[in-house]
Nanobody, 127 residues
């Protein structure tokens, strides 16, 4: 069992930056490094979409084309935390951002393949 808590959302002007954090509480007997992690977002009236994912030890990373070159995913297994550094933000990045954990060896880009989800944090980018 994994509990995920996202923080770091807020209101920012276009061109600005935000850093999201996702802190994981992992059940006894497992470690944070046993889970691949992903970030997804959902804007009002739209489906949840993939943003970025990172493998258990950080060696494999994927990004959605819409954020490539602007967002950076990273993780600190000693701190049980995954991050999403978001630069050059655009109004179209406005959404609730969710982190997710996958307990297999994969590094998924599909929401349905993740096992655990946080409650989300709102990011609003003004023009």
């Amino acid at each position: 069992q994994v509990q995920l808590v996202e923080t770091g959302g807020g209101l920012v002007q276009a061109g600005g930056s935000l850093r999201l954090s996702c802190a994981a509480s992992v059940a006894s007997g497992r470690t944070f490094s046993a889970y691949a992690m992903g970030w997804f977002r959902q804007a009002p009236g739209k489906e949840r979409e993939f943003v970025a994912s990172i493998s258990r030890r950080g060696g494999t990373i994927y990004y959605a084309d819409s954020v490539k070159g602007r967002f950076t995913i990273s993780r600190d297994n000693a701190e049980n935390t995954v991050y999403l550094q978001m630069n050059s933000l655009k109004p179209e990045d406005t959404a609730v951002y969710y982190c997710a954990a996958d307990r297999t060896f994969r590094t998924p880009m599909v929401a349905g393949e993740y096992d655990y989800w946080g409650q989300g944090t709102q990011v609003t980018v003004s023009s």
